[in-house]
């Protein structure tokens, strides 16, 4: 039962292939992202949804394109895959900052989807 | 422009010592600073955070401190343990209410029995 789950784990491709990374989370929580690993570990937001809403969308090329189907599903499709593309992508979910108390806004991340381009 | 910073890619410690992995960042909008533990092959795990309007926090072996005048916050961790042996990543919080993290590039903990 894991709380972020991303499919696939790694996937291997050729130069100018549409691939899609797909993540669920069970925790019940609203919000969701997709992060980039780089070659040089830095960890960058790329798209948040809030309830099936883009908020965030980080410079990313428009062949990256995010579809949250409901609040549990947020996947991450790419066109034309380029070299540059090869990275580790983390889906994470978390609850939304609500008013009253102390909420840190919690990441919950997945395993990680490997993609490497060929 | 990278606003969360860990200088150090590395630190080797020895079982039962004290580690000190530290994190500096540039926008003081940020409202919270989290810890994050990452192992091999898989996702970033929570591990300790704080509130800008706090200057430490403790839980077990793990303190985070907080710097606000010199932008600066550090993560104690005694005593080390070789599973504490993982990329321990800095993350800020913006306080825009999108909830969204920044982090730093990471520190790779080695604690040696």
């Known amino acids: 039962d894991t709380a972020v789950s991303q499919t696939p784990k790694y996937l291997v491709t050729q130069m100018g292939n549409d691939k899609s990374i797909k993540c669920e989370q069970n925790?019940?929580?609203?919000?969701m992202y997709w992060y980039k690993q780089d070659s040089k570990k830095f960890l960058k937001i790329m798209f948040s949804y809030n309830n099936k809403e883009l908020i965030i969308n980080e410079t990313v090329p428009n062949r990256f394109s995010p579809k949250s189907p409901d609040k549990a599903h947020l996947n991450l499709h790419i066109n034309s895959l380029e070299l540059g593309d090869s990275a580790v992508y983390f889906c994470?979910?978390?609850?939304?900052?609500?008013?009253?108390?102390?909420?840190?806004?919690?990441?919950?991340f997945g395993e990680g989807s490997r993609l490497t381009v060929l | 422009d990278q606003q969360v910073k860990q200088n150090s890619p590395s630190l080797s410690v020895q079982e039962g010592r004290i580690s000190i992995l530290n994190c500096d960042y540039t926008n003081s909008m940020f409202d919270y600073f989290l810890w994050y533990k990452k192992y091999p092959a898989e996702g970033p795990t929570f591990l300790i955070s704080i509130s800008s309007i706090k200057d430490k926090n403790e839980d077990g072996r793990f303190t985070v401190f907080l710097n606000k005048s010199a932008k600066h916050l550090s993560l104690h961790i005694v005593p080390s343990q070789p599973g504490d042996s993982a990329v321990y990543f800095c993350?800020?919080?913006?306080?825009?209410?999108?909830?969204?993290?920044?982090f730093g590039q990471g520190t790779t903990l080695q604690v040696k029995p």
């Open positions: 993350a800020a919080r913006h306080a825009d209410n999108t909830g969204k993290l920044i």
């Open positions: 925790l019940g929580h609203d919000t």
């Open positions: 994470a979910s978390s609850q939304p900052l609500g008013r009253g108390g102390e909420n840190t806004g919690e990441l919950f």
